[in-house]
């Protein structure tokens, strides 16, 4: 039972650009959401959150937006830079439960 | 910086032979966690603990697997008798309660 699904396994990007990843999430008891980010052979980190209450959360070159009604998040990566390539995974959380995506591999291109 | 902090970082073990990965999460954590990534795949929830219980649990948690926290800073994860498919990047986590999880950089397990 996936609850959240990142239904793009793989995105390649030129530099400068702007990146889009998106989350779809079947919960709607859901009321966090997060983005990790994941280099081989690290562990998931922390990139950006949003609470179920906002619909947009920015920091620096990163954006999140949550469409409640559709079951949707997305993380927007603008400008895209090389050192961006990264397994990128969405979570959801209700209470202190976390399910995760099984993530999307950004490529960005020099 | 805090940071979880896992070890060890690789274990290699035969099937069948018992195996236990480290953490020690940040400080004032509360909760803490155990997933895995099987080479490819998914990360996965095996197990949430809280107030020294295990508050929930995944269906790959099977009886072979158990968590402890001995000594109130170790959170440890035990597999009793390894199978083949236990390989994977097992990963300690921990959150205050509120916000993120923060994770460690993972302990890798070979079975052979």
């Known amino acids: 039972d996936q609850q959240v699904k990142q239904n793009s396994p793989s995105l390649s990007v030129q530099e400068g650009r702007i990146s889009i990843l998106n989350c779809d999430y079947t919960?709607?008891?859901?009321?966090?959401f997060l983005w990790y980010k994941k280099y081989p052979a690290e562990g998931p980190t922390f990139l950006i959150s949003?609470?179920?209450?906002?619909d947009k959360n920015e920091d620096g070159r990163f954006t999140v937006f949550l469409n409640k009604s559709a079951k949707h998040l997305s993380l927007h990566i603008v400008p895209s830079q090389p050192g961006d390539s990264a397994v990128y995974f969405c979570a959801a959380s209700r209470g202190n439960q976390f399910y995760f995506g099984t993530g999307t591999s950004l490529t960005v291109i020099p | 910086e805090p940071e979880v902090t896992q070890t060890p970082s690789h274990q290699v073990t035969q099937m069948g032979q018992e195996v236990i990965l480290r953490c020690v999460p940040i400080?004032?954590?509360?909760?803490f966690y155990w997933y895995r990534q099987i080479l490819g795949q998914k990360v996965e929830f095996l197990v949430s603990?809280?107030?020294?219980?295990?508050?929930?649990k995944s269906e790959i948690f099977d009886d072979q697997f158990s968590v402890e926290r001995p000594d109130g800073s170790n959170f440890t994860l035990k597999i009793r008798s390894t199978k083949l498919e236990d390989s994977a990047m097992y990963f300690c986590?921990?959150?205050?309660?509120?916000?993120?999880?923060?994770f460690g950089e993972g302990s890798r397990l070979t079975v052979l």
């Open positions: 603990f809280y107030n020294n219980e295990i508050s929930e």
């Open positions: 400080s004032n954590h509360l909760y």
């Open positions: 986590a921990s959150s205050e309660g509120i916000g993120e999880l923060f």
């Open positions: 949003i609470s179920s209450i906002k």
């Open positions: 919960n709607s008891m859901f009321d966090y």
